[in-house]
């Protein structure tokens, strides 16, 4: 995970949220919440909040999609209903799935392996802690392991959100030798899987 820079505001939101408050996210304007993830994918760089893997701009309800995103809400819904609209606490995860030949539409990994799961002492929130990429490593087998910053914390985060799951773990074994061949060709946005990468000194 990287840390997310929340001061460039999504003004549309901003400006339906004080005219027309819905009083829960099944009653958000569907063009206002487009409008609002795309904002929110591009203040990411393109990529997961959580995974980094890199996500497709997303048009519609996205139904054809290999990769899929939706607005994820760091502090869960249920648990803080209050911050249901708070854009500091809103972000962009994948679906935790690919739809592949070995991959179907199981929900492993990201906000969908989370669900509900926060504990606030221990999450490490993307949005909040500006040294986050510090509490992780990488090796070049394409595994993400805790750092000696706090490996309770960074434990938590890998297994809540299946940071190791093994179509993450093939995904940045890709990457890495995409890049060591010169291989690897982003048009916007960043690299995916930004941190293991900078980690590697194999981008600037």
Same mark, same amino acid.
């Given at each position: ?40 994918? %591009? ?50 995860? %994948? ?11 199981? =929900?492993?990994?990201?906000?969908? %392996? ?34 000696? =910053? ?22 940045? =074994? ?23 990468? =900078? ?6």
């Amino acid at each position: 995970m990287r840390y997310i820079d929340k001061s460039n505001r999504c003004l549309q939101f901003d400006e339906y949220i004080q005219q027309y408050p819905p009083s829960s996210w099944e009653e958000f304007d569907g063009d206002i919440k487009l409008t609002l993830h795309q904002h929110l994918w %591009c203040e990411q760089g393109e990529l997961c909040i959580y995974c980094q893997q890199r996500l497709p701009p997303k048009e519609g309800k996205q139904a054809s999609a290999e990769i899929r995103s939706h607005i994820e809400h760091i502090r869960p819904q249920k648990m803080f209903p209050l911050l249901i609209f708070v854009y500091e606490n809103l972000s962009v995860s %994948c679906e935790g799935f690919i739809n592949n030949y070995r991959y179907h539409s199981k =929900k492993e990994f990201c906000e969908h %392996c989370k669900g509900d799961k926060y504990d606030e002492t221990t999450f490490l929130n993307p949005v909040e802690l500006q040294d986050i990429e510090s509490y992780f490593e990488y090796n070049a087998e394409g595994y993400v392991c805790p750092s000696s =910053k706090d490996k309770v914390r960074a434990e938590y985060m890998i297994k809540i959100l299946c940071l190791n799951h093994e179509w993450l773990i093939e995904e940045r =074994k890709l990457v890495l030798d995409a890049v060591a061949h010169n291989q690897l060709e982003i048009n916007s946005g960043l690299p995916p899987f930004y941190s293991m990468l =900078k980690q590697f000194s194999l981008i600037d």
